[in-house]
Nanobody, 125 residues
Framework: QVQLQESGGRLVQAGDSLRLSCAAS????????WAWFRQAPGKEREFVAA?????????NYADSVKGRFTISRDNAKNTVYLQMNSLKTEDTAVYYC?????????????????WGQGTQVTVSS
């Protein structure tokens, strides 16, 4: 069983940077794939970024954030990060951390078994 807690969301201005954190409790942190999803008001949840459990730390990004966002993990701290640069107003959403034990590096929410409560990111113009 894994429990996730996101933090770091707040109100920022367009062009600013922000780092989200996802602290995980439980065992075998290093054996999980980790992902960030987001949901804007009135929209469906969408994939943002993912990082694999494998030693190569393979990553995958949505086209909308590629080149601006970076996902990383610190196995020693049981924490996953999402560094967000050059933020845009369209990045405004609740950001969720998700985890899946082993398996493929999925981009669908249904592929992840554990979810955090979310953290609000608001980008003003």
């Amino acid at each position: 069983q894994v429990q996730l807690q996101e933090s770091g969301g707040r109100l920022v201005q367009a062009g600013d940077s922000l780092r989200l954190s996802c602290a995980a409790s439980g065992r075998a942190f290093s054996s999980y794939n980790w992902a960030w999803f987001r949901q804007a008001p009135g929209k469906e949840r969408e994939f943002v970024a993912a990082i694999a459990w494998t030693s190569d730390g393979r990553t995958n990004y949505a086209d909308s954030v590629k080149g601006r966002f970076t996902i990383s993990r610190d196995n020693a701290k049981n924490t996953v990060y999402l560094q967000m640069n050059s933020l845009k107003t369209e990045d405004t959403a609740v950001y969720y951390c998700a985890a899946r034990y082993l398996g493929r590096l999925g981009v669908q929410g249904s592929e992840y078994d554990y979810w955090g409560q979310g953290t609000q990111v608001t980008v003003s113009s």
